[in-house]
């Protein structure tokens, strides 16, 4: 029995992939998110303005200042997890500030039930912006489309008083792709049922920024799914939207039932203005989850996986064998997920959501009537937790709580305090020093949210020097590149700051990231002319190439940066090794290409990333049948893109035997 609400630590022991290092390459690769989503023009007449002027509004064209996180394998061994634990009589919420605040579990106490589609292992994929991404339980996805690259990124972690005077878990971060800053408080009154999630973002800057926030839930896919809407915008991996009635779509399935679709989708609910937001997944028994929110949390989506080959194998890809599927029910700032709202300068947004057990009647909840079924749920919510008592517990922490400094007013001082927040502040986790790097070139002053200076970290470090002297130090020979920051005003002190190789080398990515590209290929070359260890340019220089359009002069230089780097850090030379060796593939220079593999150290080429390189390397020296044998021995791709169609295609230029089943990952309709 548990006679208040506690907030501790503590540790969960499950299998789990270790993370690994992040790839120490620039993010250079632009994204194809500038592509404005296709749109039927039977629904074109009535998208909503909002809607249509937000459709492909700011997308990114590269994942920078962020690293790609790719370190990871397939190998799981039982690991510690750092958690912290939020519990009252009802509920029991086990949170991941170590893996971007996942909420892991949410356990009802009462009927001991698990509220939430809680993974059994860790086991991170390439589904976040950045890559590492792992299946399960509650996120929270900022920053723009898809998952956030702190999806296995630590946060900040503090206790703070609630709003109702007892604790409160605190997690804030500066979020890099749109220079944010946000927080997440997670508190349960005394006698709750329902998780209370108070969040807020902040744009401190003096311009415009885009925003996206979107709350994904993993709820076991035996379920129903329930919304307020009587429309949904269909968005599939054939990348067109258009509006289809719920909950029977016009080839007459039902797909509120998540396991009766074929393909994976999203579907965005039309939630009506002026209507209670909400989305519940509820069992037989018209038991299950219910997440409401304050309007300013507008947007409703369900996930489905589907029944095809692909959205099995992405199932079991996530987990480990046996375990049940899931889909994702989600909540967001706009309608899509394709949508990106404006934050205007010194503005904010902020809202409150709620996640809890609800229990309607089944016999509605699963009857042919669509309007009967979403009538119990409402009601069965408006009994459990009246809207009017989400909007005064909102107003309540707005008012009283979201701008209370860390561990004001929670006891004493602990050993691991922070000295840069409030006395008695007890950190039960601590996240990068990238927000205080900002705060400390900004002067930005954030009330609930500290980023003070002695959260400055090795990353940081040649960066504060370039704030104080107005030049970069020397690096580490051999060492990899710093990750350079890349907004404007860091490129305003990197374009006067002395034009040495290592200065030239970060403006040009920053003036990539800025969309800059010749302006970037020029900095690049100026400082080649002069460097000591040119690999870095190189590399830079051949990605241009690249994404230019020229694969014969990016071949060049990609084969040259590995001969110049190879034998210094062996994650870069992995790294580096990896793409030269594509993309020579793809030039055809296959003696050059088995030359870089020949360099690499075999513990590297027998992971299975290299192992696929070498088939299709086998394929174009004209070695199909041992290009097959690769395949039939058996390699798995640990960070295969979500959606890719790689290793089919691949398998279809050796033989016209159906793709294996360990092997297929597609998830478009075949047509």
Same mark, same amino acid.
């Given at each position: 029995?548990v ?7 503590? #540790?969960l ?5 270790p993370l690994g290092?992040d790839?120490?390459l620039?993010?250079?690769h ?20 909002d ?12 994942l ?6 790719d370190?990871y ?20 919420v ?14 009802? +106490? ?7 589609y ?10 976040a912006l ?32 609630a ?8 997690l ?17 009154p005394a006698?709750?049922?329902h ?15 885009p ?7 993993a709820?076991?896919?035996d379920?129903?799914?329930l919304?307020p ?13 258009h509006? #289809? ?6 080839d ?6 998540p396991?009766d ?10 939630v ?17 989850? #219910? ?16 029944s095809?080959?692909?959205g ?7 987990t ?19 949508e ?10 902020s809202?409150l ?9 089944p016999?509605a909840v699963?009857?042919?009537?669509w309007?009967a ?5 409402e ?7 009246p ?12 008012t ?26 007890t ?24 980023f003070?200076a002695?959260?400055l970290?090795?990353?940081q ?23 350079t920051p ?16 290592v ?9 990539w990231a800025?969309g ?10 100026r400082g080649? +002319? ?7 340019l190189?590399?830079?220089?051949a ?12 071949a ?16 870069v030379?992995a ?14 220079r ?5 030359? #870089? ?8 080429r027998?992971?299975g990333?290299f ?5 299709r ?20 791709v640990a ?33």
């Amino acid at each position: 029995m548990v006679d208040m609400t506690t907030v501790r630590r503590a #540790v969960l022991t499950m299998p789990a992939a270790p993370l690994g290092p992040d790839n120490p390459l620039p993010a250079l690769h632009l994204l194809d998110g500038g592509a404005v989503p296709a749109v039927d023009e039977r629904d074109r007449p009535g998208l909503p303005r909002d809607m249509a002027r937000q459709l492909g509004h700011a997308p990114l064209h590269t994942l920078l200042p962020t690293r790609i996180r790719d370190g990871y394998g397939r190998e799981r061994t039982p690991t510690a997890l750092e958690t912290i634990v939020i519990e009252n009589d009802r509920l029991r919420v086990t949170v991941l500030p170590g893996l971007g605040g996942r909420v892991q579990s949410l356990f009802h +106490k009462p009927s001991g039930r698990e509220l939430l589609y809680r993974n059994p292992v860790f086991q991170p994929a390439a589904f976040a912006l950045n890559g590492a991404w792992f299946s399960g339980g509650i996120e929270w996805n900022i920053g723009a489309r898809g998952h956030t690259t702190l999806s296995c990124a630590p946060l900040h972690a503090a206790v703070v008083p609630a709003p109702d005077g007892g604790e409160m878990l605190r997690l804030w971060e500066w979020e890099r792709l749109r220079d944010l800053p946000f927080q997440v408080d997670l508190w349960l009154p005394a006698d709750a049922e329902h998780l209370r999630v108070g969040v807020r973002i902040r744009n401190p800057h003096e311009w415009a920024v885009p925003t996206y926030w979107w709350s994904n839930t993993a709820v076991p896919e035996d379920r129903r799914i329930l919304a307020p809407a009587e429309h949904a915008w269909h968005f599939g991996y054939e990348r067109a939207l258009h509006r #289809v009635p719920v909950p029977v779509t016009p080839d007459g399935t039902d797909r509120t039932y998540p396991r009766d679709s074929t393909h994976a989708a999203d579907y965005f609910y039309d939630v009506p203005d002026g209507r209670r937001r909400w989305i519940a997944a509820l069992d037989a028994d018209g038991t299950g989850l #219910v997440q409401t929110s304050t309007d300013a949390l507008r947007g409703r989506k369900l996930f489905l996986w589907g029944s095809s080959r692909g959205g099995r194998r992405w199932q079991q890809w996530l987990t480990e064998p046996g375990t049940p599927g899931y889909a994702e029910i989600q909540a967001g700032l706009a309608r899509t997920q394709l949508e990106h709202p404006v934050l205007e300068a010194g503005a904010e947004v902020s809202w409150l959501e709620t996640y809890g057990p609800l229990t309607a009647d089944p016999a509605a909840v699963h009857g042919p009537d669509w309007a009967a079924a979403r009538a119990s749920v409402e009601h069965a919510l408006g009994r459990s937790l009246p809207r009017d008592e989400v909007e005064a517990a909102y107003e309540q922490w707005r008012t009283h709580a979201a701008d209370t400094a860390p561990g004001a007013g929670t006891g004493t001082r602990a050993p691991d305090t922070d000295p840069g927040t409030h006395p008695g502040t007890t950190l039960l986790a601590t996240g990068s020093g990238w927000g205080a790097l900002e705060v400390l070139r900004g002067g930005y002053e954030l009330p609930g949210t500290p980023f003070p200076a002695s959260l400055l970290g090795e990353e940081q470090r040649p960066w504060c020097e370039l704030l104080r002297t107005g030049a970069l130090p020397v690096p580490e020979k051999g060492a990899a590149p710093w990750a350079t920051p890349v907004s404007d005003a860091w490129r305003d002190m990197l374009e006067t700051a002395p034009a040495d190789p290592v200065t030239e080398y970060h403006l040009g990515i920053a003036q990539w990231a800025a969309g800059d590209l010749a302006q970037a290929v020029r900095s690049w070359e100026r400082g080649l +002319k002069n460097a000591s260890e040119r690999w870095p340019l190189l590399y830079c220089l051949a990605v241009a190439d690249r994404e230019g359009g020229h694969p014969e002069r990016a071949a060049e230089r990609y084969a040259e940066a590995f001969g110049d780097q190879c034998g210094g850090d062996p994650v870069v030379t992995a790294a580096l090794g990896r793409e030269a060796a594509t993309v020579l593939v793809d030039a055809g220079r296959t003696a050059q290409a088995r030359a #870089v593999l020949a360099r690499l150290p075999e513990e590297v080429r027998a992971r299975g990333a290299f192992r696929f390189l070498e088939a299709r390397l086998l394929l174009a020296e004209g070695r199909g049948g041992e290009a097959r044998a690769v395949f039939d021995a058996g390699f798995e791709v640990a960070d295969l893109r979500e959606g890719a169609e790689v290793l089919g295609e691949v398998w279809a230029r050796i033989t016209d035997e159906p793709l294996p089943d360990a092997y297929e990952f597609r998830m478009r309709p075949e047509s």
